[in-house]
């Protein structure tokens, strides 16, 4: 991996909240991804399961968790299983782990290669009353490919009838919510790179210049950087294509007196970040897009600012968009018939501003989080407002990933990337 060793406390610790989440008597099982195949012999670059990272550390294919904290023999309170490695392999894949290695990097004391699976799991599952399986519960899932764990939980739900069986995912969206000091210190390294990303990005942007051209300066900067590189598809939308809201292609010229609207962020040790910056063309905002742009700006500060424990998500969207429609009738977008006569399923402010204000953010830019209940500390939201407009040309999203404090406004962790109007000019013309 290109990232620092993580401090296995980190993992010790997210396995013990796990356990003691579990019902008596039950072992739970976590799989890693599949490598996915291209066409011939070609293949995905290869991300791990993110709830076994989470709760291991481990970050190569073919290796899986088990966790049995009422096992009687205390061995098997916690075991890995990972692919043996050999000369062969490591000439021809690279290095993988050892049991010495794994132990370092999991703290997981008991490990064994996935030749003794059957043999071990057989045992343990005679001595366990229900068994943990994980499913890909979030709200925006849309799974059409079986993966790895799917496959298993089919298998065993047969091979094992007369078990219980329970649920890993809702203890895990409720864990993986709140960061821990250690990946917070991770997430403001993948900020920090896509800061240096965008600090390159301003001094390089030009008339002319092609939006892959940009797209090509990011993944330089966050290569070099140690990332693997954009924590998701990256977003360079010139113009019009700005109110494309999932614009991905990239392929278009940056014309003189338009705006760009640059949704990216840096991976780094599989955490995301997650920036969206709405820069000039030319160096300079017209009179119209610096009316526009400060309007989505203080949009932001204020919707920042209610990011505070014991905060409802329902409520705080109402009231961003709230919020929201006070600057569409200050830009004489709406007007006062336009609210009167709103349809209150969807707000006249949704012309302009169609999707949601704040997600989770951490391993998964999307990330895990119980939406029903109150915010609390660590947690970890983007705040992300944006004001499209087709007619006029452009479109202004304004984006940072702040930390929810325990007393206070959050704490931003892009707070070192330029966002004020003077800002971004300043760099785009030094």
């Excluded at 598809?233 to 614009?247: D, E, Q, R």
């Excluded at 897009?289 to 424990?309: G, S």
């Excluded at 929201?324 to 009167?340: S, W, Y």
């Amino acid at each position: 991996m290109k990232y620092d060793l993580i401090d296995r406390q980190l993992f010790i610790k997210n396995r013990k909240g796990f356990m003691d989440a579990m019902k008596p008597n039950s072992l739970a099982v976590f799989n890693s991804n599949d490598i996915y195949p291209i066409g011939a012999d070609s293949t995905m670059p290869f991300q791990q399961n993110r709830d076994l990272f989470y709760l291991s550390g481990v970050d190569q294919e073919e290796s899986i968790l088990v966790l049995f904290p009422d096992c009687p023999k205390a061995k098997h309170r916690e075991i890995l299983f990972l692919k043996e490695t050999n000369e062969h392999i490591a000439v021809w894949e690279g290095e993988k782990l050892t049991k010495e290695k794994a132990l370092e990097v999991s703290g997981v004391e008991t490990v064994y290669w996935l030749q003794e699976w059957n043999k071990v799991f057989y045992e343990l599952m005679t001595q366990a009353e229900t068994i943990y399986i994980n499913t890909n519960e979030h709200y925006r899932a849309n799974v059409e490919t079986e993966t790895r764990e799917a496959r298993f939980n089919k298998k065993i739900k047969e091979q094992y009838p007369a078990h219980s069986v329970a649920k890993s995912n809702p203890i895990l969206q409720r864990l993986r919510s709140v960061k821990d000091p250690i990946e917070l210190d991770i997430m403001q390294q993948a900020c920090n790179i896509t800061e240096k990303g965008f600090k390159r990005v301003l001094q390089f942007t030009k008339p002319g210049v092609m939006e892959y051209e940009i797209e090509a300066e990011f993944m330089h900067e966050f290569l070099r950087n140690r990332s693997k590189g954009f924590a998701y598809t990256p977003i360079v939308a010139s113009g019009n294509n700005a109110n494309v809201l999932h614009y991905v292609v990239n392929n278009a010229k940056c014309k003189a007196g338009d705006l760009i609207l640059l949704d990216i962020g840096a991976e780094y040790a599989n955490y995301s970040s997650d920036m969206t910056r709405t820069i000039p063309v030319s160096g300079r905002f017209t009179d119209r897009q610096k009316e526009v742009y400060n309007a989505v700006l203080r949009v932001k500060k204020e919707a920042t600012k209610m990011l505070t424990p014991g905060t409802l998500w329902g409520p705080y969207h109402e009231e961003v968009g709230k919020l929201m429609t006070l600057e569409l009738l200050g830009l004489g977008l709406l007007d006062k018939a336009d609210v009167q006569n709103e349809n209150k399923d969807w707000p006249a402010y949704k012309k302009y501003f169609m999707h949601g204000t704040s997600h989770h953010i951490g391993l998964d830019t999307h990330d895990y989080g119980l939406l029903h209940e109150p915010m609390q500390a660590n947690n970890v939201f983007t705040v992300e407002p944006g004001i499209y407009i087709p007619e006029e040309g452009f479109g202004i999203r304004l984006e940072d990933d702040v930390v929810i404090q325990e007393n206070g406004v959050p704490f931003n962790l892009m707070h070192n990337i330029p966002l004020e109007v003077e800002e971004i000019e300043d760099w785009m013309n030094r």
